[in-house]
């Protein structure tokens, strides 16, 4: 497949995907629309395989279920032989959880998938993590405080058997002009839903790295941008051995 013909399945595929937010209203039909287009991280998830076939996946500070809508897309269009060739098999029969603390956001999510995806209305500092094969977590964990941070990754990781895989989205604050964009932005998001301007706890690549290597994943990164002025990082981190003691809480 050439790559203008896999420009033209993707942006099928967003179609596909934002399709079912015309049920939860115009602006969530434009919202899901605009990030699935532009945010460069969908097509890599999708293109890399990092949802693989037959797994249970749960979406930590899911927003409206936008990950769950463009599985069940990128599933659809295997079935249908629209699935790029030269990407990674596509994720048929994947089953998404969610847990999303706004409300006004789970109701998006469960009016636009219905039985599609499990959303509930949570904390994820305090919700439940059921046993599944992947845990994705992009750009949440910066709402929280660093230790926090380090219990929540810690409670993905006794969710997570080996094999099992944690996706991630972070911001490299070692990368201090990125990251100062990266922290207005999501200081300014924040505000407009009803959080006041929340302190971003943030941490370098090499940290994040750290904290998940003492708890037995083995971890690869890259960059996950784009073309905007942010300090995004991918992490891939894979449950490769037992977490060393005393470091899951």
């Known amino acids: 497949m050439s790559a203008a013909d896999a420009l033209s399945a993707w942006r099928l595929l ?3 995907a934002s399709a079912p937010y015309r049920r939860s209203g115009r602006f969530a039909w434009h919202f899901a629309r605009g990030k ?6 969908f097509g890599h998830v999708l293109e890399r395989g990092l949802i693989a076939p037959r797994t249970r996946v749960l979406d930590v500070g899911c927003g409206q279920g936008l990950l769950a809508s463009l599985l069940a897309a990128a599933a659809a269009a295997a079935r249908e032989d629209r699935w790029p060739r030269g990407w990674a098999e596509a994720p048929v029969g994947v089953r998404v959880s969610g847990i999303e603390l ?11 998938l219905g039985s599609e995806a499990d959303v509930v209305c949570a904390d994820m500092r305090s919700a439940a993590f059921p046993a599944v094969d992947t845990i994705v977590l992009l750009d949440v964990l910066h709402y929280v405080s660093a230790a926090e941070q380090d219990e929540i990754l810690a409670r993905a990781r006794k969710a997570l058997a080996t094999g099992g895989r944690l996706v ?3 911001g490299d604050a070692a990368s201090a002009r990125r990251f100062a964009a990266s922290r207005w932005v999501d ?11 929340a302190p971003i706890a943030g941490r370098s690549l090499a940290a994040w790295r750290e904290r998940l290597e003492a708890l037995g994943f083995a971890v690869a990164s890259e960059p996950m941008h784009g073309a905007t002025p942010f300090a995004n990082v991918l992490v ?5 051995s037992p977490a060393r003691r005393g470091s899951v809480a």
């Not at 706004?102 to 636009?112: D, G, I, L, N, P």
């Not at 891939?236 to 490769?240: G, L, S, Y």
């Open 14 to 16: 967003v179609s596909d």
């Open 36 to 41: 699935l287009r532009w945010d460069p991280v």
């Open 102 to 112: 706004q409300a006004r956001e789970v109701e998006r999510a469960r009016v636009a």
């Open 168 to 170: 991630l989205r972070v």
């Open 187 to 197: 200081r300014a998001v924040a505000f407009a839903r009803g959080r006041g301007f």
């Open 236 to 240: 891939v981190a894979t449950v490769a």
